[in-house]
Structure formats: structure tokens, C-alpha cells
């Protein structure tokens, strides 16, 4: 099993950046991709972005790329989430995913292990 925690949601003003962080532990030598979702109040939850195992090849949402960037460093088994320019529809619960695959990376069954989520509020 492996177990996820996030940490760094919190409460920002439209342009600001915050830097999410997921710890992972357990079994974490059976990860491969690693992502982050998020899921605003009414709405499924979507895909944000995604790192391979190695860091070298990631992957955006249209709507955040080159606001966001993941990043994983695995001898700390973490992955990050940079987020700059926020906007209030960034608002909502992002939640660290692992895979213990490297497909389907996109979507919310690709992926094996998931943590509690953190808050993001943006506000305007």
C-alpha cells in the first residue's frame, strides 16, 4: 500500500502562487506516474498534471499550462505542484495521485492511490 499526504492549500489573492507538496510513504517503490487532480464545489474531478517516474516527462490540463509546474523529487518521495498566476477558477479541493502505471495518466482510474486533498481558495 501506499499512502499520500498533501500539504500547502491555503487562501491566495487572483495573481498570487502557492506551492503545493504530497509525501508519499509505503510501498513507494511501485510508483510510477504521480499526478494532481482538483474537484471545485458541483463539478467532477479533473486532471491538472502529471510527472513520470524519472521527472523528465510531464503533462498539463490546457487550462493551467504555463501557470503550473509539477515536479518530483524521489529521494524525498515528493512530488510538487507549483502554481503561479491563480485565478479564482483554480479554486478547489487538489488532490496527489500515484500510479503504479505509466498510462492513462488523464484521467481519475488510472491511478491506484490518492490522498485526502488540500483547499486552494483564490480569491478576486
Known amino acids: 500500500q501506499v499512502q499520500l499526504l498533501e500539504y500547502g492549500g491555503g487562501l491566495v489573492q487572483a495573481g498570487g502562487s502557492l506551492r503545493l507538496s504530497c509525501a508519499a510513504s509505503?510501498?513507494?517503490?511501485?510508483?510510477?506516474?504521480m499526478g494532481w487532480f482538483r474537484q471545485a464545489p458541483g463539478k467532477e474531478r479533473e486532471f491538472v498534471a502529471a510527472?513520470?517516474?524519472?521527472?523528465?516527462?510531464?503533462d498539463y490540463a490546457d487550462s493551467v499550462k504555463g501557470r503550473f509546474t509539477i515536479s518530483r523529487h524521489n529521494a524525498k518521495n515528493t512530488v510538487y505542484l507549483q502554481m503561479n498566476s491563480l485565478k479564482p477558477e483554480d479554486t478547489a479541493v487538489y488532490y496527489c495521485?500515484?500510479?503504479?502505471?505509466?498510462?492513462?495518466?488523464?484521467?481519475?482510474?488510472?491511478?491506484?492511490?490518492w490522498g485526502q486533498g488540500t483547499q486552494v481558495t483564490v480569491s478576486s
Open positions: 495521485a500515484a500510479s503504479n502505471s505509466i498510462l492513462r495518466v488523464r484521467v481519475t482510474s488510472g491511478y491506484h492511490y
Open positions: 509505503g510501498r513507494t517503490a511501485n510508483i510510477y506516474t
Open positions: 510527472v513520470s517516474r524519472s521527472g523528465g516527462s510531464t
